[in-house]
Every structure is written in structure tokens, then in C-alpha cells.
């Protein structure tokens, strides 16, 4: 079975950057699915952040990352990349892996997770 694992968070002062790694193992990573990221702080719903389609690379963005957050994949690593740049305190966030089947920003579409990795920017 095909698990999830994330890496790269950490904490950085506003203005910095950081690459996280979303690494599927155990598995194949089907073309039909579609890997996204999302973020949630506690208290608050879980947000969507980006997606790529696994096949075809059809990008989304969230309009508040919109600009300064880039997806990327590599099919033959079976890992996608979320690279944050000119992140701000707003952007502190648990940051989450997700596959799924469906092009969605919603959440419960998606069916794996992976553990999640912590992003904190200090003003």
C-alpha cells in the first residue's frame, strides 16, 4: 500500500523560503491520481494549498499562495514538491501530503495522508 511521508518544514522569518517533500512509497503512484497539499493550523478546517495531476501535471492554486508556492513532481521519484517563497507568519500551518482520484480542492476527496510536517514563519 502506497504511504505518504512529508519532510522540509521548519521555521523561518518572514521573507524565507523553504521546499517541502511528499515522497509515495510502497506502492505506485497511479496517473490517474492527483497529489495536493493542504495546510491547517489548530482550531481551523484544514486549507487547500495546491494539486498536480499525476499524469498530466495540471496545476491549482490556492489565490493565497497564489504567486509565491510552486507544485512539482517527479514521477519517476514518485515525490512531489511544494517550494514556498516569500512566506509570510500567515502561512504557519501543519502542511499535509494528500493523494486522491478527483481534480478538487476538497479535502475529503482525497484518501491517503501523510503524517504532516510543521511550517512556522516568525515576524
Known amino acids: 500500500q502506497v504511504q505518504l511521508a512529508e519532510s522540509g518544514g521548519g521555521s523561518v522569518q518572514a521573507g524565507g523560503s523553504l521546499r517541502l517533500s511528499c515522497v509515495a512509497s510502497?506502492?505506485?503512484?497511479?496517473?490517474?491520481?492527483?497529489m495536493g497539499w493542504f495546510r491547517q493550523v489548530p482550531g481551523k478546517e484544514r486549507e487547500f494549498v495546491a494539486l498536480i495531476r499525476w499524469h498530466s501535471g495540471s496545476i491549482l492554486y490556492a489565490d493565497s499562495v497564489k504567486g509565491r508556492f510552486t507544485i512539482s513532481k517527479d514521477n519517476t521519484q514518485n515525490t512531489v514538491w511544494l517550494h514556498m517563497d516569500a512566506l509570510k507568519p500567515e502561512d504557519t500551518a501543519v502542511y499535509s501530503c494528500?493523494?486522491?482520484?478527483?481534480?478538487?480542492?476538497?479535502?475529503?476527496?482525497?484518501?491517503?495522508w501523510g503524517q504532516g510536517t510543521q511550517v512556522t514563519v516568525a515576524s
Open positions: 510502497g506502492g505506485r503512484v497511479y496517473s490517474s491520481s492527483v
Open positions: 494528500a493523494r486522491g482520484s478527483q481534480y478538487s480542492t476538497n479535502p475529503q476527496s482525497y484518501y491517503q
